[in-house]
């Protein structure tokens, strides 16, 4: 279970209703209130500085409104939307929201969010190294790919796919973005379009290399490592059979 706080950030264009979420912040004992930013551009600032699990975040704000900061945000950290709107709610669970409080916001309601943020949170603690996923940002929802059944990432314009053994998803994000999130030790950037997963690679030459009986173009300075990753995992994989 988790045992630290939440770190929080409250978005709130209002300075009365800001106050009013910060003081329920900080009287939770599973929460750490970071600040309290009444527009979208200062909380970026925050999120740059910060390490923010959890943002209580306001809709009508001016410049960027909260459904433009959502989409800008790193999938792991966890929304509740906190309007006097209703009519935002559908629109705030397709983004993937944790969780939608309508103002002004009741005490039983503000636990049950928190609570629901909490639970996820802790999920994400204990699923620790035996599953790993990486959450992006596809239709407007956040999706979660299991890392082990991801077979290649490619470049699509502003965009990226990534094939798996299930399916296809195109996501917004950059080839750096994606090299980034996934364990360098059994991905590899082969191309400049293209990010294999070792264990699933089935052989290769000079330039190119086949997953799933798909050809995949590789840049000739990259073969040298993709040799020396591909023999340790085979080396380990050896040597976890022999001690089973």
């Known amino acids: ?16 209703q800001g106050n009013i979420i910060a003081r329920m912040v900080q009287n939770h004992t599973d929460l750490h209130l970071i600040a309290v930013n009444s527009n979208a551009i200062d909380a970026h600032r925050n999120l740059k500085t910060h390490k923010i ?23 792991k950290i966890q929304v509740i939307i906190v309007s006097g709107n209703a009519n935002y709610a559908l629109k705030a669970f397709d983004y993937g929201v944790t969780d939608f409080l309508l103002k002004p916001v009741q005490t039983g309601r503000f636990e049950n969010a928190v609570r629901k943020a909490l639970k996820n949170s802790s999920l994400g603690t204990e699923r620790g190294q035996n599953e790993e996923f990486l959450i992006l940002r596809s239709n407007m929802k956040n999706k979660k790919i299991n890392i082990e059944e991801i077979k290649w990432v490619e470049a ?8 798996t053994d299930k399916e296809k998803v195109i996501a917004l994000g950059t080839m750096k973005s994606i090299a980034d999130k996934l364990p360098n030790d059994r991905f590899l950037r082969i191309h400049r379009s293209y990010i294999v997963n070792l264990k699933k690679v089935e052989k290769f030459g000079c330039t190119s290399v086949e997953v799933d009986q798909h050809q995949i173009p590789m840049s000739r300075k990259q073969k040298t490592k993709l040799e020396f990753l591909i023999e340790r995992i085979d080396s380990q994989q050896v040597k976890s059979y022999l001690t089973t």
Do not use: A
Not at 1 to 16: G, Q
Not at 60 to 73: A, K, Q, R, T, V
Not at 156 to 163: F, P, T
């Open 1 to 16: 279970m988790r045992t630290t706080p939440l770190n929080t950030l409250v978005v709130e264009n209002s300075k009365v």
């Open 53 to 75: 699990d959890l943002i209580l975040l306001d809709i009508e704000m001016p410049f960027i409104d909260g459904f433009d900061l959502l989409e800008s945000l790193d999938p």
């Open 156 to 163: 699509l314009g502003d965009y990226i796919r990534v094939i």
